[in-house]
């Protein structure tokens, strides 16, 4: 069983900045793809960012321009540079990864909070 443990979640004003981490358990090797979802309160999970197997990545529109995902293959981390943040990026946010072995297999985080605030 693959996890995924998320961390770098906090406090953060509006304009600033935060780096939120996760650590799989498993090679960034094995996954098809990984990535950032958040949930703020009273509205459905959003994809934050994304990055497949090929290294092409994805961005929700409200982040393009701000957000930065990566990937390290030797920490097997997936990474989130969140800058110029806005009070709408306020969520939990979720890391995920998918496999690809004879069928799809999602996991998921246990989610950071962050908020943002003046």
Avoid: H
């Avoid at 780096?19 to 934050?48: D, I, T």
């Avoid at 982040?63 to 997936?78: D, E, L, Q």
């Amino acid at each position: 069983q693959v996890q995924l443990v998320e961390s770098g979640g906090g406090l953060v004003q509006p304009g600033g900045s935060l780096r939120l981490s996760c650590v799989s358990s498993a090679s960034m090797f094995s996954f098809n793809a990984v990535g950032w979802y958040r949930q703020a309160p009273g509205k459905e999970r959003e994809l934050v960012a994304r990055i497949i197997d090929g290294g092409s990545t994805t961005y929700g529109d409200s982040v393009k321009g701000r957000f930065t995902i990566s990937r390290n293959f030797g920490k097997n981390t997936i990474d989130l540079q969140m800058n110029n943040v806005k009070p709408e990026d306020t969520a939990i946010y979720y890391c995920y990864a998918d496999q690809l072995l004879g069928g799809k297999y999602d996991y998921w985080g246990q989610g950071t909070q962050v908020t943002v605030v003046s």
